[in-house]
């Protein structure tokens, strides 16, 4: 006589054996809450939340808390790939004065550079403001340095920009506190193996909330040369993720 327990066969003179059995029954999801023009807003009630699942009838949560203070895990991720990347002094001096600014004593930092391969400069280090302009000065050199090359050397590009953000994301898994991705890109992906969409359904499945700045021109929403967010797989992965998308001369990411 037998029978089956935690998906393996058990003898019957086993059943005696005490078995722990976990029911996951509280599961906690990030979420951004912005005002008009994306600016802060009042605290709102945490009686006023509430969710469904599949389209069924919406049902308050058992408990909200504000992230605000909660350590943050960020991984930067400068992507070099583009034709037209307008990296400068001026990126350093940007993401350098996320801290004390936006980054905190409390707070690690990740940097990866995107180029002709991926490459990661530092893993979950204190977001010290000299130590991350000096890291993102690295990182940006290899690019400079094949800019000024007279004879245009190129190479062949191994890693493609979701690919890239996958393996952010994962690193960041790990991480405890609150997990972000900061990506300067043009948001154009020449090739993954990853599809947007499985990146987009990744960071949501490891609560990472993914900011993007673009340095290519913006034109408004309803352009015709734009259309709607699900036309830019860049912006939606960083919409739908818990993040955002900002204009090259908007402030990248602020602590909320």
């Known amino acids: 006589m037998a029978g089956w327990g935690q998906g393996l066969p058990v003898r019957a003179q086993d059943a005696d054996i005490p078995t722990l059995h976990v029911y996951a029954n509280t599961i906690q999801i990030p979420v951004l809450v912005l005002g008009e023009d994306r600016k802060k807003i009042a605290p709102i009630a945490p009686n006023r939340f509430s969710v469904s699942f599949d389209g069924g009838p919406p049902f308050r949560v058992s408990h909200v808390r504000l992230e605000g203070d909660d350590p943050i895990s960020l991984a930067i991720l400068l992507d070099m790939s583009g034709a037209e990347a307008e990296l400068s002094s ?18 690690h930092v990740s940097v990866y550079g995107l180029d002709c391969e991926l490459t990661r400069y530092v893993s979950d280090v204190p977001a010290d403001q000299a130590h991350l302009k000096k890291l993102v000065h690295e990182a940006l050199q290899s690019w400079v340095d094949r800019r000024r090359d007279k004879q245009g050397s190129k190479c062949e590009q191994q890693v493609q920009l979701w690919d890239a953000l996958a393996f952010a994301t994962h690193q960041l898994s790990a991480l405890p506190g609150r997990r972000v991705i900061l990506a300067v890109t043009d948001g154009k992906d020449k090739g993954s193996k ?39 797989p860049f912006r939606s992965i960083c919409e739908l993720s818990g993040g955002w998308c900002f204009r090259r001369t908007e402030v990248m990411w602020r602590r909320g």
């Open 90 to 107: 001026k990126l350093e001096d940007a993401i350098a004065g996320l801290s004390p600014l936006s980054l905190r004593a409390q707070d």
């Open 194 to 232: 990853h599809r947007w969409n499985e990146v987009r359904v990744f960071a949501q499945a490891n609560a990472v909330a993914v900011f993007g700045m673009t340095y290519v021109p913006w034109l408004p929403v309803g352009s015709p040369s734009v259309g709607n967010a699900l036309e830019d």
